[in-house]
Nanobody
């Protein structure tokens, strides 16, 4: 089984930066890709960024050029570096680990961007 735990959220002013971390544990060899999603109040959860086992990345148009997803395989950790943050980036950010036959979510971490 796989577990993921997010950390690094907080309150930041518009234009600032934050780095989120997602640490995976358990059968990490079975993970094919890891994603960051976010959900703002009253809105659907949306994909923010994804990274495959091979390192290929994918970003939502709304964060391209501002967010960077990366991974440290030795630490089984995926990061989301967020820069030039906007109030509309305020949301709960969730980490997701995908593999054959499973889709595991973390508990989420709150990111609040003040104007």
């Amino acid at each position: 089984q796989v577990q993921v735990v997010e950390s690094g959220g907080g309150l930041v002013q518009a234009g600032g930066s934050l780095r989120l971390s997602c640490a995976a544990s358990g059968s990490t060899f079975s993970i094919n890709a890891m994603d960051w999603y976010r959900q703002a109040p009253g809105k659907q959860r949306e994909l923010v960024a994804a990274i495959s086992r091979g390192g290929s990345t994918n970003y939502a148009d709304s964060v391209k050029g501002r967010f960077t997803i990366s991974r440290d395989n030795a630490k089984n950790t995926v990061y989301l570096q967020m820069s030039s943050l906007k109030p509309e980036d305020t949301a709960v950010y969730y980490c997701n680990a995908r593999g054959y036959g499973f889709n595991v979510w973390g508990q989420g971490t709150q990111v609040t961007v003040s104007s």
